[in-house]
C-alpha cells in the first residue's frame, strides 16, 4: 500500500498551541499535543523550530493555523494579530525548515475541515461562522476558499450592521456585527437591555449591575427559566440571524456551518426557518460544526497537502 503524505500541523492561538502529524485524509498519525504559545515572537519561531526537528524524518510538510489573515502565497500574516505576541505577524516561517511551510488563516482552515471531513462534507458551496469571543467566517466557494485580494477575505465579524454609531467595539469602531452577537455581543446586549428591561429589576440578576452580567450569567438564566435572560438570548439571536441572512444572499451557499465556543448555543433550527423565510436565495441548511477544536489543524494540513 501507498504511503499516504503527512502533515505536521499547528494550530496556534492566544495561550496554548496544539500539534500532531496528520495525514492526507485527515487521520491522526500521532496523538495531539498541547503546548503553551511562548510570550515572544523569537520563542514561538524557536518553538515551531524544536518541534519541526523532531518530526522531521516523517513529515512531508508543516501547516499551520493561525489568527489574523495569511498573505495569498500562505507563507506568512500580513494582518496585526492582537493574541499573540508583537512581531509574531513578521516571522519569516519558510526559515523554520528547508520542508514548505504553509500557513492559513484559522478561520479558513476550520471550514475546509467541515468541507473535507465534518458537517458540510462534499457540499462545494459553504459558509461557516465561528462564534467566539469575536466572530470569524470562511467561504469555500465551488471548492474551493475565498481569499480576497490580499487573503485578509470574510472579515465578517468586522461588517457593520447599523448606520447610527450604536455600540462601540473593542476594535474601536462602532456597530460591527462581532460585539452584537459574539460572545461579547451577548455581554454587550444583557447589559443594554437591563438598563429598560422590567424582566431584569426582578428577576434573577436585580442584585447585578448591568456592565458586571457575564456570557455565563444569561445561558445559566435561561436554563433557569429567567426571563430577563431569555429576552437577551433572543435577542442575540436575532442580532446572529441579521448577519447570517445577509452572508447567505451574498455567498448562496448550500449550507452554513455555526463553529466556536458560543456556536453551540446557536438555535439552528430557529435560525435556518428564518433564513429561508428571508432569504432571496434559498434554500440553505444551517448545521453545528462537527470537527471540533481540531478543525485547525486538519484544515491547515488538509489543505497544505494539496501542494505536495
Ligand atoms: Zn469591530
Same mark, same amino acid.
Given at each position: 500500500m501507498d504511503t499516504l503524505k503527512r502533515a505536521l500541523s499547528f494550530d496556534i492561538g492566544g495561550t496554548k498551541t496544539n500539534y500532531a502529524v496528520i495525514d492526507e485524509e485527515g487521520n491522526f498519525i500521532t496523538k495531539k499535543i498541547k503546548v503553551p504559545t511562548p510570550d515572544s515572537a523569537e520563542k514561538i519561531f524557536e518553538m515551531f523550530k524544536s518541534i519541526i526537528e523532531e518530526n522531521y524524518s516523517?513529515?512531508?510538510?508543516?501547516?499551520?493555523?493561525?489568527? /489574523?489573515?495569511?498573505?495569498? #502565497?500562505?507563507? =506568512?500574516?500580513? *494582518?496585526?494579530?492582537?493574541?499573540?505576541?508583537?512581531?509574531?505577524?513578521?516571522?519569516?516561517? *519558510?526559515?523554520?525548515? !528547508?520542508?514548505?511551510?504553509f500557513i492559513e488563516n484559522d478561520a479558513n482552515c476550520a471550514v475546509w475541515a467541515e468541507y473535507k471531513c465534518g458537517a458540510a462534507k462534499g457540499c462545494n458551496n459553504t459558509l461557516i461562522i465561528t462564534l467566539g469571543t469575536g466572530i470569524g467566517g470562511?467561504?469555500?466557494?465551488? =471548492? #474551493?476558499?475565498?481569499? /480576497?485580494?490580499? =487573503?485578509?477575505?470574510?472579515?465578517? /465579524? *468586522?461588517?457593520?450592521?447599523?448606520? !447610527?454609531?450604536?455600540?462601540?467595539?473593542?476594535? %474601536?469602531?462602532? !456597530?460591527?456585527?462581532?460585539?452584537?452577537?459574539? /460572545?461579547?455581543?451577548?455581554?454587550?446586549?444583557?447589559?443594554?437591555?437591563?438598563?429598560?428591561?422590567?424582566?431584569?429589576?426582578? %428577576?434573577?440578576?436585580k442584585d447585578k449591575l448591568p456592565e458586571e452580567l457575564t456570557t455565563y450569567d444569561i445561558t445559566d438564566g435561561v436554563q433557569k427559566g429567567d426571563m430577563f435572560s431569555i429576552q437577551v438570548f433572543n435577542q442575540w439571536q436575532e442580532y446572529i440571524f441579521v448577519g447570517l441572512v445577509s452572508l447567505v444572499d451574498?455567498?448562496?451557499? #448550500?449550507?452554513?456551518?455555526?463553529?466556536? =465556543?458560543?456556536?453551540?448555543?446557536?438555535?439552528?433550527e430557529m435560525l435556518e426557518e428564518k433564513i429561508n423565510k428571508e432569504s432571496v436565495v434559498a434554500p440553505v441548511k444551517i448545521r453545528h460544526a462537527e470537527m471540533g477544536n481540531d478543525s485547525g489543524m486538519i484544515g491547515a494540513a488538509l489543505l497544505g497537502l494539496r501542494f505536495i
Open positions: 516523517s513529515i512531508d510538510i508543516v501547516t499551520i493555523s493561525t489568527a /489574523g489573515a495569511v498573505n495569498l #502565497e500562505n507563507t =506568512g500574516v500580513c *494582518s496585526s494579530t492582537p493574541n499573540l505576541p508583537s512581531g509574531y505577524p513578521e516571522l519569516e516561517f *519558510s526559515k523554520l525548515t !528547508d520542508k514548505k511551510v470562511g467561504v469555500i466557494s465551488n =471548492g #474551493e476558499p475565498v481569499r /480576497g485580494y490580499t =487573503g485578509a477575505a470574510l472579515e465578517v /465579524g *468586522s461588517m457593520k450592521i447599523f448606520a !447610527d454609531k450604536r455600540q462601540k467595539c473593542t476594535c %474601536g469602531r462602532y !456597530d460591527c456585527w462581532e460585539s452584537y452577537a459574539s /460572545g461579547t455581543g451577548l455581554k454587550n446586549t444583557a447589559a443594554a437591555m437591563a438598563k429598560t428591561s422590567p424582566e431584569y429589576k426582578t %428577576g434573577l440578576y451574498i455567498f448562496n451557499p #448550500e449550507v452554513v456551518v455555526i463553529s466556536g =465556543g458560543m456556536g453551540k448555543f446557536a438555535n439552528i
